[in-house]
């Protein structure tokens, strides 16, 4: 069993910066690769970024690339995403999430989620 809790969502304007926090607990988070997706009303949940256990590769969405930045401490059993420039489509409740093995960009790839952060984008 893996616990995740997803903290930092809120209220920015258009062109601010938020950056969320997943922390884990229930097994050895070193050995895991981590997810970040969102889903906003009415829409499919999508992947935004993953990472793998040890840091060295690191994946994002297009419509994200080159503003968030997914990191993580395993020393902290916590993995980030940074979010600047904010847009309001990327209004969303955030999850992160757990699986074993390399990092994916499937919803179904992964085992384990957390409860979500609202991240609201006013324009």
């Known amino acids: 069993q893996v616990q995740l809790v997803e903290s930092g969502g809120g209220l920015v304007q258009a062109g601010g910066s938020l950056r969320l926090s997943c922390a884990a607990s229930?097994?050895?988070?070193?050995?895991?690769?981590m997810g970040w997706f969102r889903q906003a009303p009415s829409k499919e949940r999508e992947f935004v970024a993953a990472?793998?256990?040890?840091?060295?590769?690191?994946y994002y969405a297009d419509s994200v690339k080159g503003r968030f930045t997914i990191s993580r401490d395993n020393a902290k059993n916590t993995v980030y995403l940074q979010m600047n420039s904010l847009k309001p489509e990327d209004t969303a409740v955030y999850y992160c999430?757990?699986?074993?093995?390399?990092?994916?960009?499937?919803?179904?790839?992964?085992?384990?989620w957390g409860q979500g952060t609202q991240v609201t984008v006013s324009s």
């Open positions: 990472i793998s256990w040890g840091a060295g590769y690191t």
């Open positions: 229930g097994r050895t988070f070193s050995r895991d690769a």
């Open positions: 999430a757990n699986r074993r093995g390399a990092p994916a960009m499937g919803v179904d790839s992964y085992e384990y």
